[in-house]
């Protein structure tokens, strides 16, 4: 069964959904914790799900090199392999190869991408169709189209070709698509020029996806600049599908997203900052390390997670400037939880039509300090 | 309170009993697992008692240097520090003095050992004063007496020098100990010289302490001077207190302790080991980072814990090879389980006068390969 989205209320462009998956039925908008290697750092399933994490991402390109996707699919797939049975995003190692790619160095002909390995500087060949081939075999329960990631800045000309080609590449991938459990997205390019966003939003969407994700952020450029990458694609994508925004976590981004009606987000930010001793509270971020954290017998914020129930700062920090691995365990499941939280009361707020007066709060908390 | 121990059957020299702590009561033999800055590495509280731990280790040493002993005291102590409600036990700090000094140079006096710090060579002094002050203040369920661990080998007059020098530090360590809820354990030394061991075991003994602990083993000695230095030691110590073999998890070594009378052991082997990808199984050690293990969905072992109940081997070598946390994670569950699990064996089998006939079953079984 590919997956189903019901749009349930609008409050002005923010969405409050349902996501139908093999692997159970999830409100949105959500955050998806990332889980790179077939693992969501430090942490097991069960944690997982005890901070109400639903969809969870693991990585096409990542997967490809270590294990490799036929022993996954030997293994029964990738919810089997790692002991997750929620639904699994798989996102289609196009980021990975511009971002990771040794050196940086790449060859983008219109078959592939040539690039070096980031483990072992090895020649690697990712095309459309080995990305949605792998990734059929990972059998996750949302697979993604290879997509260029357009770096910004770049020239009018090289984003238009660029865009072009990423639409042959989502149509050669869909071709080629062969899992009919697995639901397939198309990935909005454009750069951040207004015309290439719509262009490549409305040809996404003529070649036809189950959802459809908003790619080409976060990658340098300003919020500003971001949030409009977000209006000039999220417009021309249908009410009746789920709209994910790639890559992006950070909390006031998350509030920006939902108001342009974004369903659903992922993002590294809240494991890595967590294993840098970072942690978010409602009134900002704080370092753990700080010694002014040193006798504060009070937990990182108020909060539900297991983390912020059973331990003060004193006893993290402590974890932290001891070096101890739990120190980052413990935090990543408080940030998970934080943006897991967010995304609960920003549904509530959608449904009491509160949206805005529950972002504008939270905003006054957060960056208060 | 202090503790109680209650010997409640014998099979030959092998002990069947019970412990009554503040914390709880449990059966012994018994292992205990090593937290050395007041978390066992990687591990929650609730995942220890998932694997039916009861007493844990924490160091004195590592924790008077961080977080300090002020900070956990002001936090209400190491149980509410860490978040851990069974029993815990603190070593004196005389093994790490020995072992982690900067440089291995330290200058022994009566008074104390002057040593420099493993972190960053700052000029430390510890003394059995000091010792025992910091874990009453860190307020474990059980203290250990400041003691040198000899060397081995060690020339004859060095070992009794030292010996002697520990007996007066164990009663200056008594004299001053003030923590009604604690108690106190010495450590019989002597080296590898029988007459020693006997000197140090009576001498210790007429001290008088809530429990007894066998020092100075595994420290480079043969496994058969090892057992001897136990025999040489164990002899002399009354009945009715808990015998403590300090240092020693390998489960060979745990079968020759129990067979000799000891109660309770402690060591870092089996979180050490799973950091590097080792797994005890009931056939020997296994390393998971083995190519042999790349497609083999089968549990490390038959064994009831979260990770062999949930995990395969082929996943679990994946996360070493990608360089996962959760291996190690996942591995140390096991291998505390495993210890845990022979230790319960080991009763049953004291209970039914048949400790010999497991033991030689184990031990075939676990030296096969």
């Known amino acids: ?9 609008n409050d002005n462009k923010a969405r409050y ?54 022993i996954v699919k030997k293994a029964g797939g990738l919810h089997k392999f790692m002991n997750y049975d929620g639904p699994i995003l798989t996102d289609s190692g196009g980021f ?3 971002s990771l790619a040794k050196n940086k160095k790449k060859d983008i002909t219109e078959e592939g991408v040539h690039f070096k390995s980031h483990i072992d500087g090895k020649n690697l ?17 949302i697979a993604m189209s290879f997509d260029e990631c357009i770096p910004y800045p770049a020239s009018y000309e090289y984003a238009k070709e ?3 080609r990423t639409l042959r590449w989502a149509k050669r991938g869909k071709d080629v698509f062969n899992n009919e459990n697995q639901s397939l997205f198309g990935i909005v390019q454009g750069g951040e020029y207004q015309d290439l966003r719509e262009y490549s939003a409305k040809k996404t969407v003529e070649i036809g996806f189950d959802g459809y994700s908003i790619g080409g952020t976060s990658v340098g450029e300003d919020k500003k600049t971001m949030y409009k990458m977000i209006d000039d694609a999220i417009r021309y994508l249908p009410i009746d599908k ?32 967590a294993r840098h001793a970072n942690a978010f ?34 006893y993290i920090r402590h974890l932290f400037v001891a070096n101890e691995g739990l120190g980052g365990r413990l935090l990543s499941i408080h940030n ?32 208060s300090k």
């Open 1 to 9: 069964m590919k997956i189903k989205y019901e749009l349930i209320k």
């Open 17 to 70: 959904g349902r996501l139908i998956t093999n692997h159970g039925t999830y409100e949105t908008p959500m955050f998806m914790p990332v889980g790179t290697l077939a693992n969501v750092k430090m942490l097991t399933p069960e944690e997982l799900k005890d901070v109400h994490s639903a969809v969870i991402l693991s990585n096409t390109y990542h997967l490809w090199l270590r294990p490799g996707e036929d």
């Open 96 to 98: 990975q190869v511009f």
């Open 125 to 141: 060949f990712l095309t459309p169709e080995l990305s949605i081939e792998i990734q059929n075999k990972l059998d996750s329960d």
């Open 162 to 164: 660029s865009t072009e």
């Open 242 to 273: 789920p709209r994910y925004l790639m890559g992006v976590g950070d909390p006031t981004d998350l509030l920006e997203g939902v108001e342009r009606g974004v369903d659903m987000f992922d993002c590294v930010l809240p494991t890595r900052l």
């Open 281 to 314: 509270t409602k009134h900002g971020k704080i370092n753990l390390k700080n010694a002014k954290y040193k006798e504060d017998f009070t937990p990182i914020d108020e909060c539900d997670c297991y983390t912020c129930t059973h331990y003060t700062k004193a």
């Open 336 to 367: 998970i939880r934080f943006l897991i939280k967010m995304m609960e009361d920003m549904r509530n707020a959608i449904k009491n039509d509160k949206f805005l007066e529950y972002k504008n709060e939270f905003m006054k908390k957060y960056l």
